[in-house]
């Protein structure tokens, strides 16, 4: 039997919402990166995850990620995705 589909909605610290969706994936979190390059101007990199612990996994590649490309500073932040009406 397939999948019902479904919205999910993140709500990071700052305010910002992520809507996603219609997916019968069964996500459970999503993470962002807001990266400082060195000309001072920001960029996003973001995705979702099955659990927490994927997500918590990908802090290390960010840090290794920030020094590669030499960014001067970046925040890496992972929200819980609630299930919201269509």
């Known amino acids: 039997m397939a999948r019902r ?12 919402v992520k809507r996603i969706g219609p997916t019968a994936d069964p996500l459970t979190h ?11 101007k920001t960029e996003v990199f973001w995705g979702h ?10 802090q290390g590649p960010a ?6 490309r030499g960014w001067t500073s970046y925040a890496f ?3 819980e995705l609630v299930e919201s009406d269509a």
């Open 77 to 79: 932040e992972i929200a």
């Open 30 to 40: 999503y993470w962002r990166i807001v990266a400082v390059l060195e000309n001072g």
């Open 5 to 16: 589909k479904r919205f999910l909605t993140a709500t990071m610290p700052d305010g910002y």
């Open 63 to 68: 840090a290794q990620g920030a020094r590669m």
């Open 49 to 58: 995850t099955r659990s927490l612990a994927e997500a918590k996994r990908l």
